[in-house]
């Protein structure tokens, strides 16, 4: 029994001894592949072409890389060209592995390709796919019919893809899935690199996490640091905000985001848009701001009021009993079709819905104009409820010969129907000066009154009476015995001039460019020095 393993072994030394002496390859093309081992050889027919059939534990190397299999079918007119069946196995370089139930390998262009659960690895992932083609020149893997790649932080899912070992970077395409531990992304063209794990974005790109959502159609997500830069129609969605612009960087772990160019940030509890050049978001505070011209839009009455200041700032409730806040600040205007204002600075209460005026305000409804030291207005269903007018309280209306009705008082308090003011009760220091018309064409006096308080009635957003709650110090004054300061109450403003309109607010200011140095003028010459200079030339 010895003597007859001893005589298999010499021939099957002989026979491999054979294919060697064979293999060198045609004029022209790859290095040769070379058999390694096997248990058996036999010759046979495969696919009309005479081959040779290595069975059991076969290897064959060429360079770097080494086929392994239970079997392979070697073609005799070109030694290049394998196939293998069972447990198929490539490695290259002893850092790749690819395993697969059927292989194909042609040694000239050194490509494989692998078919049967096939499974590919390397230090920094795991692919698995049902086919793949691999090039061991270049070392990169592709694969047509669904792929996974796994590794240490991330899940990546796709139709096609491909890998490659020496970047380590993947390129995925059609149907495109990516699953971390705080995001699960979508997308159909997508690139990702195993060993910065950082995920570029080259198309439309849904990420939906458990503290908001984003979207972009270009730009990358680091999977390490949580940071992303995005480009083209990006925006981050929360519970309270969207804010997007044409790019957008957001830190996961600090929950701050900035977006730039084409800013709009949508507060979504009360549908509150603000637009911009630049915008930031705080997602522990709730706290967002948006610069560069911001403009605020809003429906209020059933119809868009338009805000404007320098800076807009929205505050979102994150505790029990905080009020969701709006800040606007400096050089605040703002435009309705029945109402325009202007303020230095307001501040909105969009739980309570109180919208607070301040610094000197400026309201116009109609041919109405208010000032006071502050307003805070009072809001329900989105209309306008009640108004105060804190301080130096002053409201007047222009008649058709424009002449100026005037009420001024210490505070003053005003009622609103569908919109519009239907009654102004007047609290402390009242005056009152009202142009009395025939017809609306005819002036026929002026009455003057001071009461401590009175009340307005208006109709058709026009002055209609004043009722005095104390006996009045009154006076009518007809037309021939006015005089000029006869027509104006202390105090009176006509501001028309400064009201604002749809286009002022939202016009982009563009800020001036800095002034350039004014040139130095040259020194003095000292006459005595000049002089000795001279001497000292002579």
């Known amino acids: 029994m010895k003597s007859t393993k001893l005589l298999y072994s010499l021939v099957f030394t002989f026979l491999s001894l054979s294919v060697f002496a064979q ?5 022209g093309k790859g290095s040769k592949v070379e058999l390694q081992g096997a248990d058996a050889l036999e010759g046979g027919v495969y696919n009309g072409q005479k081959i040779d059939k290595l069975l059991g534990n076969v290897v064959f190397r060429q360079k770097d890389g ?13 030694r290049n060209l394998l196939e293998a069946f069972g447990n198929v196995r490539i490695t290259q370089a002893d850092t790749l592995t690819i395993t697969g139930s059927r ?21 920094r992932m795991t692919l698995t796919t049902p086919s793949l083609n691999y090039s061991l020149d270049t070392r990169t893997a592709t694969y047509t019919e669904g792929g996974t790649i796994v590794d240490a932080e991330n899940r990546l899912e796709s139709r096609l893809g491909a890998y490659d070992t020496k970047t380590k970077e993947a390129t995925f395409q059609q149907d495109v899935k990516v699953f971390t531990a705080d995001y699960n992304i979508t997308a159909q063209t997508m690139r990702y690199n195993t060993l910065s794990k950082i995920v570029y974005f080259q198309g439309p ?14 730009g990358t997500y680091n999977s390490l640091t949580k940071i992303s830069n ?30 730039e160019k084409n800013v709009a940030l949508r507060a979504l509890k009360d549908d509150v848009t603000i637009r911009g050049q630049l915008g930031r978001y705080w997602r522990d505070r709730g706290v967002a701001k948006v610069y560069g011209s911001p403009v605020m839009e809003t429906i209020l009455d059933k119809d868009t009021l338009y805000m404007s200041a320098d800076t807009l700032v929205s505050r979102e409730a994150k505790k029990p ?24 600075s307001i501040s909105y209460n969009r739980t309570d819905s109180v919208m607070h005026l301040n610094v000197k305000p400026v309201l ?26 804190f301080s130096n309280a002053f409201i007047t209306s222009e008649d058709s010969l424009k002449n100026y009705n005037q009420v001024k008082g210490r505070d003053m308090t005003a009622y609103f129907i569908n919109g519009d003011i239907s ?84 016009a982009k200011r563009v800020a001036a460019p800095p002034a350039k140095p004014a040139k130095k003028a040259p020194p003095k010459k000292d006459p005595a020095k000049a002089k000795k200079t001279e001497r000292k030339r002579n």
């Open 23 to 27: 293999q060198a390859p045609p004029q």
């Open 66 to 78: 080494f086929l392994y299999a239970d079997s392979v079918y070697q073609y005799q007119d070109d």
């Open 103 to 123: 292989a194909t390998y042609d040694a000239n262009k050194r490509i494989a390709q692998m078919s049967g659960n096939v499974v590919m690895q390397d230090p």
């Open 205 to 218: 790109t849904y990420i939906k996490g458990k503290q908001g959502d984003l979207y972009a159609e270009e």
């Open 230 to 259: 995005f480009g083209r129609n990006a925006y981050i969605l929360t519970p309270e905000y969207r804010l997007g612009g044409d790019k957008l960087y957001y830190d996961q772990n600090r929950g701050y985001g900035f977006a």
């Open 321 to 344: 009993g905080m009020a969701s806040m709006l800040f606007a600040y400096p050089n605040v205007k703002i435009f309705k079709q029945d109402l325009q204002g202007k303020a230095d």
């Open 364 to 389: 116009w409804n109609e041919q109405s104009q208010l000032v006071s030291d502050t307003i805070r207005i009072h809001m329900k269903n989105k209309t306008i409820d009640r108004m105060y007018m």
């Open 423 to 506: 009654r102004v009760n007047v609290n402390g220091n009242g005056e009152s000066l009202y142009f009395a018309l025939e017809g609306d064409s005819v002036l026929t006096g002026v009455n003057k009154a001071i009461c401590s308080d009175m009340v307005l009635k208006f109709g058709e957003n026009k002055l209609k009476m004043i009722s005095f709650l104390i006996q009045p110090d009154a006076s009518f004054i007809p037309p021939h015995e006015l005089q000029e300061g006869d027509r104006r109450l202390e105090g009176f403003s006509w501001l028309a001039a400064l009201r604002p309109t749809k286009q002022d607010v939202l």
